[in-house]
T-cell receptor
Framework: GIQVEQSPPDLILQEGANSTLRCNFSDSVNNLQWFHQNPWGQLINLFYIPSGTKQNGRLSATTVATERYSLLYISSSQTTDSGVYFCAVRRGTYKYIFGTGTRLKVLA | GAVVSQHPSWVICKSGTSVKIECRSLDFQATTMFWYRQFPKQSLMLMATSNEGSKATYEQGVEKDKFLINHASLTLSTLTVTSAHPEDSSFYIC?????????????FGNGTRLTVT
């Protein structure tokens, strides 16, 4: 099946710093979503981005489907950005496969 | 819109008992729902796809008799962990797509933390 790898696996930032998270997938996909999982386990939908670029406040995402990767940019990070970031991809069926995740900690 | 409600948020049960987790789509009809399992510090692993009015489709390695899935209506899917054991302790999350023309994103419930003692 399709493999979804995220990097880096762990990231520590000082508040105010910028970061880029990467999601690589091994095969073509129909859809891709980015999620933030907060410390309570809730999954927050950040972007639905099968291709192109989207921005929402301090966050933006770009998916280059032909090269099989997506990037999530976090600017001016805040402590509330801490948590785990997942990308999830769909290929063919309705099933979404999750990436390995990036654990982010933002220090005050 | 596209709210998915999951209940209970957490449950503690004794080994050998069964636990039922409910997943409801509150403002849309979901012919398909998905159940995921997450161990501490790991990613979400798809367990099964729940199809309204038909049998669930289980991923390889997931025991059908252990994790019973019922999708009796367009807004409700249930996961029953039968004869639970400590190794079944995990975070279980359901999700659903709000159907519309073309593709649509996946929406998640808040998850259920199961602890089996």
């Amino acid at each position: 099946g399709i493999q979804v790898e995220q990097s880096p696996p762990d990231l520590i930032l000082q508040e105010g710093a910028n970061s880029t998270l990467r999601c690589n997938f091994s095969d073509s996909v129909n859809n891709l979503q980015w999620f933030h999982q907060n410390p309570w386990g809730q999954l927050i939908n950040l972007f639905y981005i099968p291709s192109g670029t989207k921005q929402n406040g301090r966050l933006s995402a770009t998916t280059v489907a032909t090269e099989r990767y997506s990037l999530l940019y976090i600017s001016s990070s805040q402590t509330t950005d801490s948590g785990v970031y997942f990308c999830a991809v769909r290929r063919g069926t309705y099933k979404y496969i999750f990436g390995t995740g990036t654990r982010l900690k933002v220090l005050a | 819109g596209a709210v998915v409600s999951q209940h209970p948020s957490w449950v503690i049960c004794k080994s050998g008992t069964s636990v039922k987790i409910e997943c409801r789509s509150l403002d849309f009809q979901a012919t398909t729902m998905f159940w995921y399992r997450q161990f501490p510090k790991q990613s979400l692993m798809l367990m099964a796809t729940s199809n309204e009015g038909s049998k669930a489709t289980y991923e390889q390695g997931v025991e059908k008799d252990k994790f019973l899935i019922n999708h009796a209506s367009l807004t409700l899917s249930t996961l029953t962990v039968t004869s639970a054991h400590p190794e079944d302790s995990s975070f279980y999350i359901c999700s659903a797509r709000a159907p519309r023309a073309g593709n649509s994103p996946l929406h998640f419930g808040n998850g259920t933390r199961l602890t089996v003692t």
